[in-house]
Structure formats: structure tokens, C-alpha cells
């Protein structure tokens, strides 16, 4: 009997499950195979003693309708630096237990292994395919800012919970004249922000592609009220977007700078720099944060997360190891992962979604 284990790493994402589960069901039909699930990433087979689960197709019965990894996740550690606490110094060090792990898993008798995980899981794949470790990789996150695919299972969930808070800010802006501003997340892109904006109706988006002018926002606004202040706004903001002049107006920002400004920041941010220009109407802040992340994965991510789990164990099959599976529309592929790692993607200004939002109105602050 053969065996292939996987591991999600990095922030969980919708459709984490529906990926195993594929795996798993694609290895039931080949007879030949056991799945196993390191717990915690890497961290499972790093453990004394290991923590490793059995994957059949009983423990993975209906779990790709669940949010979140049954194998659990970490964005800490890794096996190229595993924290050790120096007693002596104080301090944490971090040691590479790449080949040693290697080593555990020739033990354990494992042939292939599977990584679920965003671009700095893939980077480690990347190097511990070129050590000789027989394996493929997945690519996850919510933020839909990989190249190598077209779409990231987990995106259209999170865009789907993000359009249904655009949908209830709405009624209660209308009902009080206010402007309100919803935080989405995407790291250093506005894929999540963009689509929201152009399904929930939004009369502003800020994407970190763009940086705002603060005096065009204002202006965009001011359409949206009567003399009498009557009106309301919804402004969508990408948790990256940054201001043209790159003045800091809160104290998240100005404590550690734009580039460095996560959940929340740029939120009350932009509520500041827009009394301090001057406008009159109430600004309400949400800051949607993790629970973009949570729940159950809408239907088409299920489908996407099975299509990648099958295709991943069809890449094991056929030996072709070094790959990322990526969504190539219509197709499922494999890219090698060197052509895969590193690779951002942002959102064209010239683009055909962007001519859609701005054919709708939306103002992007520039
Ligand atoms: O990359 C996915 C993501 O959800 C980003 O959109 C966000 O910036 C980040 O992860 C939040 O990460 P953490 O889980 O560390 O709070």
C-alpha cells in the first residue's frame, strides 16, 4: 500500500475540507493508496510523538460543506524555521528541520505528500521539492492574488459574506443619512473589495492598486447627498488601500506606517481624513475581519476546492511532482512550482472589471 499525506497551512479559507475530501474519494477509486493528514500543517509530523491522522472515506463523510481544516492550520513555524526557545539568551531561535523531517517521512513510509496552503506555503514546497521530496501543491486564500490561477477556492465565499454586509449596512445607512464604510480583507490586493463592490452596488471602492485622492472620495459623496445632508454612501475599502498623499490620519497607521497597517487600520483612517476634510454626514465603520473567513463554503468553491483535491491526487498518480494544480478556465492544470511561487496578482486598471465598476459608477478616489 502506497501513501500520501497532506497538510493545510496558513490562514484557513472556505473549501479546505472539500479539498481533502476530493483527495480522498479520487484514492478510494485507485484501492491502492492510504491519505494521511498531518495535524497542523507540518507541525504533525515535527511532534514527539507525531501527530498524524488516517484520512478514509469515512472521517472525511460530509466535511466539504464545513468551514475551516479538520487537519487544522498554522502560518507559524514551517519546517525551514522551527521555534526553539534559547533559555540561555532569552530569546526565540529558529532552527531548519527540513531534512529531518524528510527522514520522518521516508520512516512513515509516505510516498507523496499534498500542501494546501497560500504563496509561502508553496515557496516551502518549492524547496522541499528540490531536495527531493515527492510533491504537489494547492494553492488557498481568500484574497484571489495568485497568477498562476484564475480563481482561489475561498474568494467567492468570502466576496459572497462581504455582499451580504454591504446588503444590511445599506438599509440601516439609508435609514439614518450615513456614509458607511466596510473594511474587506485581500492583503495587498482589491480583488475581494472590487467584486464587492460592483455585487453589493457600492458608490466608492478603495483598492490598494489605485492610491485615493481624499478630494475625489469627498466629491463622489457629496453627489450622494441633497442640500439638506439627505442621502447615504456605501464606501468598500480593501484592508491594503492607501491614500495618494500617504498622509496618516490614526494612530494604527501612524504607529507602523501605511505598508504595515492590517485589519481595521485603514477604516478608521479614512473616517478620519474624511471629517477632517470637511464632511458633514455620519460615517459609520464595520471592519468585516475574519469572518469573511469563516462558515461554509458557498457551491462553487466546494467545486473548485474538489476539482483541485482530485487533480492533486491525479498529479500523484502520474508522478508529476514539482507542480501547483491551478484553475485555468475550463481547464484544471498543473504549473511547476517555480513558475507558480512569487507570482501576484493585481488588479488591472485598464481591465474589463474595472470598466464594469466604473461603467456602474463606483469611484475609485483617483
Ligand atoms: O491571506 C488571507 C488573509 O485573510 C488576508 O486577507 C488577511 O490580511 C490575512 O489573511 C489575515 O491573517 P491572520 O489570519 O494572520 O489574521
Given at each position: ?70 487537519l487544522?492550520?498554522t502560518n ?112 495587498d ?17 478603495l ?18 447627498y ?18 495618494k ?71 500523484v ?50
Open positions: 500500500m502506497k501513501r500520501v499525506l497532506l497538510s493545510t497551512s496558513g490562514g484557513d479559507c472556505p473549501g479546505l475540507n472539500a479539498v481533502i475530501r476530493g483527495v480522498v474519494k479520487r484514492a478510494a477509486q485507485d484501492g491502492d493508496w492510504e491519505v494521511l493528514g498531518s495535524v497542523q500543517a507540518y507541525n504533525g509530523i515535527l511532534w514527539e510523538p507525531t501527530e498524524i491522522m488516517v484520512l478514509n472515506e469515512d472521517s472525511v463523510k460530509g466535511i466539504h460543506y464545513r468551514g475551516g481544516t479538520i487544522e492550520t507559524k513555524g514551517g519546517p525551514f524555521a522551527w521555534p526553539v526557545f534559547n533559555k540561555r539568551e532569552g530569546k526565540w531561535e529558529y532552527v531548519d528541520r527540513s531534512e529531518e523531517m524528510i527522514r520522518k517521512l521516508q520512516y512513515m513510509g509516505v510516498d507523496a505528500v499534498i500542501s494546501i496552503g497560500g504563496d509561502g506555503s508553496q515557496r516551502i514546497s518549492k524547496r522541499l521539492s528540490d531536495m527531493g521530496l515527492d510533491i504537489i501543491g494547492v494553492p488557498k486564500t481568500i484574497d484571489n492574488d495568485l497568477s498562476a490561477t484564475d480563481f482561489t477556492f475561498g474568494f467567492q465565499t468570502a466576496v459572497h459574506i462581504a455582499t451580504d454586509a454591504v446588503d444590511k449596512l445599506i438599509t440601516t445607512a439609508q435609514s439614518h443619512n450615513r456614509t458607511f464604510i466596510l473594511e474587506v480583507m485581500g492583503r490586493t482589491g480583488w475581494i473589495a472590487l467584486h464587492t463592490a460592483i455585487a453589493g452596488g457600492a458608490d466608492v471602492c483598492i490598494p492598486e489605485i492610491p485615493y485622492d481624499i478630494n475625489k472620495v469627498l466629491e463622489k459623496l457629496r453627489t450622494k441633497n442640500s439638506k445632508n439627505r442621502g447615504s454612501a456605501i464606501i468598500v475599502v480593501a484592508e491594503g488601500a492607501k491614500p498623499d500617504g498622509a496618516v490620519h490614526s494612530a494604527v497607521a501612524s504607529e507602523v506606517g501605511y505598508e504595515n497597517v492590517r485589519l481595521g487600520g485603514i477604516c478608521y483612517d479614512l473616517s478620519n481624513q474624511l471629517k477632517a476634510a470637511g464632511f458633514v454626514p455620519d460615517i459609520r465603520e464595520t471592519v468585516l475581519g475574519h469572518i469573511q473567513r469563516g462558515g461554509v463554503p458557498i457551491a462553487y468553491d466546494r467545486v473548485l476546492a474538489t476539482q483541485f483535491g482530485v487533480k492533486a491526487f491525479e498529479c498518480l502520474e508522478g508529476k511532482f514539482g507542480h501547483m494544480v491551478s484553475y485555468r478556465h475550463p481547464d484544471i492544470i498543473a504549473v511547476p512550482l517555480e513558475e507558480a511561487v512569487g507570482q501576484m496578482k493585481f488588479i488591472d486598471p485598464e481591465s474589463d472589471i474595472m470598466d464594469t465598476a466604473r461603467g456602474c459608477g463606483i469611484s475609485f478616489g483617483d
